[in-house]
Each structure stands twice: as C-alpha cells, then as structure tokens.
C-alpha cells in the first residue's frame, strides 16, 4: 500500500473499478475531497471509515478473500455470494 501511497506505483483505472466493486462504493470515493463521495456503509447503516477498510484489506483473511472473490468470472454467482455474506451479517439491504 505504501507505493500507492507515495505514488511510486498506481493503481490502473480498470483494478481501482474492481475494488470499488468489491467494497461497493463509487470509483470517486477513493479520492480525497472528491464532491459528492459518500462513504461506504456497514451492516448496520453507519459509515465505514477508511481505517476499517484498510484493516479489511491488510490482513490476510480479507485479502484471501478478495483474491478469491475476484477470480469468480460468474457475475450472478458473485451476488448471490454478496447476499449470503450481508444475510449471515444480517445486513437488511
């Protein structure tokens, strides 16, 4: 994260709209004072911080389970496992 971080890699246009899918938030959300960027939200309706996020994102389960989620190419498949999750969470969206 530290190379995205200082700029010295970037993240491409197409791997930053496959991470806003996974998280389910707008490409914009990822830049700082972007207008109009709502943050993400939990199960139970309240923002998420970006340190949430960061620490989903630094360990490995959530990283295991990133890398896994994206190489399901099946589009239905991937929502119905984002349902089951938000179910199990007992998410109501």
Avoid: T
């Amino acid at each position: 994260m530290q190379k995205y971080e200082r700029g010295a890699n970037r993240i491409g246009a197409s791997r930053l709209q496959q991470i806003s899918h996974i998280l389910q938030v707008p490409v914009e959300f990822f830049f700082e004072g972007a207008p109009s960027a709502p943050a993400p939200h939990g199960s139970n309706g309240s923002a998420l911080s970006m340190v949430e996020i960061d620490d989903f994102v630094s360990n490995s389960g959530g990283l295991r389970l990133i890398r896994g989620f994206m190489r399901i190419d099946n589009a239905d498949l991937r929502r119905r496992i984002v349902m089951l999750v938000q179910e199990i969470a007992g998410d109501d969206d």
